[in-house]
C-alpha cells in the first residue's frame, strides 16, 4: 500500500513533528509514503518513514533527482512544476493533508475531483462553494498522527473493496 502525504514546503515547527510521527506510523505499518519529495512536510514524513524502516517515494517537479530531500528512496523526475500534484495525490490508494499553501490546496482539491480519500491534519477547512455546508464525501478529519495513518488504512481499504481489490497494509 501506498499512502500519499501532502502539505507545505515551508512548513510550522508543529506541521513537521506531526508529519515525522505521520511517516513513522505508516512505516511501522509497512506501508510506502509517496510525497512531493522536496523540503517542509515532504521532508519531515519522508524522515519519518526511514527512522522506522519504511521507503520513500518523492514525485519531483523539476527536472533532476538531485532537488529531492534526502530521505527519499525513490525519486520520480516529472519536469512538470506543480502539474505534478495531480501524480502526487493519484500514487496514494489514500492521502494525508498536513498544513500546506496554495500547493496544498490544489493537490486537495485533485485528490477529491479524483475520488482519492483525504484524511485532514490541521489542514485547510474545506465548504463546498465556500458557502459553509460541508463537503459531501469530502475531506476525513483526524486528530493526531495515529488517528490519521488509521482512517487514511480504512478509506484506502474502503475505496479498493468499492472496485473488488484489497490493498494491503
Known sequence: MIISVIG?????????????AVGRELAKRGVMVACGGLQGVMEAVCKGAKSAGGTTIGILPGRTS?????YVDIPIVTTM????????????DAVIAIGGA?????????ALADGVPVIALKTWPLTIKGDGDPIENGMIQATDPVDAVEKALAAANAR??????????
Open 102 to 110: 496554495f500547493g496544498t490546496l490544489s493537490e486537495i482539491a485533485y
Open 81 to 92: 512544476g506543480f502539474s505534478r500534484n495531480v501524480i502526487v495525490v493519484n500514487t496514494g
Open 160 to 169: 479498493s473493496n468499492s472496485t473488488g481489490a484489497k490493498v494491503g497494509g
Open 66 to 70: 538531485k532537488e529531492a530531500n534526502s
Open 8 to 20: 507545505g514546503s515551508k512548513a510550522k515547527p508543529e506541521q513537521l513533528a506531526l508529519a515525522e
